[in-house]
């Protein structure tokens, strides 16, 4: 019974490179949130998504930061150019729907690092 | 400007004592309120949630109590194990198409148990 999977665990990049991050959600999950957390902070939201669709990309960086949920394969964020100040845990969530009774589950996060 | 705030950074409980952990929020819209557990190195876990329609929920020894005219809520954890080590998240939503994704987190407060 997986939970949400996320991968890399840990991803080192140097400034102006691309980082990808993937999310599988909990099986039977059509909902997947992205979240990110900087030090010493609350996790932060940063876009919604069901299958093949952008729900709610509010929280996102306009620029260099995108996402994906394609109908086949794993959820993607991509940041490209990373700075230092991408520096952070980003964590996936999944639910089996958007209601009230039905909370995130969230992965284990992936950490990345900008050197 | 934070909309959920957790003023205490950290709160160190004897076992088998109560634990307090309380949360502030200043916007009125919210109507959902789930606090989640975190580990290090792991991804927040759910614990226990709220409606605004209610002032209290119970799941074994952990219960919410929400304040709306104060605008707080707490969760007591009773009795305190040092299992519940870990640090509490506490998060608000506002109901928007039914999607209850776009959590608005705390900085967490920094629970000790000791034996």
């Known amino acids: 019974n997986a939970g949400v999977m996320q991968n890399p665990r840990h991803l080192v990049r140097r400034r102006g490179q691309e980082a990808r991050l993937r999310c599988s959600p909990m099986?039977?999950?059509?909902?997947v949130y992205w979240y990110r957390q900087l030090p010493e902070e609350g996790l932060k939201f940063m876009v919604y998504l069901q299958k093949e669709n952008i729900i709610d990309e509010s929280g996102m960086p306009k620029e260099r930061f995108s996402a994906e949920f394609p109908k086949e394969g794993p959820s993607i964020l991509r940041i490209q150019q990373v700075v230092r100040g991408d520096s952070a845990a980003y964590f996936c969530?999944?639910?089996?729907?958007?209601?009230?009774?039905?909370?995130?589950?969230f992965g284990n996060g992936t950490r990345l690092t900008v050197t | 400007d934070q909309q959920v705030k957790q003023n205490s950074p950290s709160l160190s409980v004897q076992e088998g004592r109560i634990s307090i952990l309380n949360c502030d929020y200043t916007?009125?819209?919210?109507?959902?309120f789930l606090w989640y557990k975190k580990y290090p190195a792991e991804g927040p876990t759910f614990l226990i949630s709220?409606?605004?329609?209610?002032d209290k929920n119970e799941d074994g020894r952990f219960t919410v109590f929400l304040n709306k005219s104060a605008k707080h809520l707490s969760l007591h954890i009773v009795p305190s194990q040092p299992g519940d080590s870990a640090v509490y998240f506490c998060a608000a939503s506002v109901e928007y198409g039914g999607s209850q994704g776009n959590l608005i987190f705390g900085k967490g407060t920094k629970l000790s148990v000791k034996p």
């Open positions: 916007n009125s819209m919210f109507d959902y």
């Open positions: 709220i409606s605004s329609i209610k």
């Open positions: 099986k039977g999950h059509s909902h």
């Open positions: 969530a999944s639910s089996p729907d958007n209601t009230a009774s039905s909370p995130l589950h």
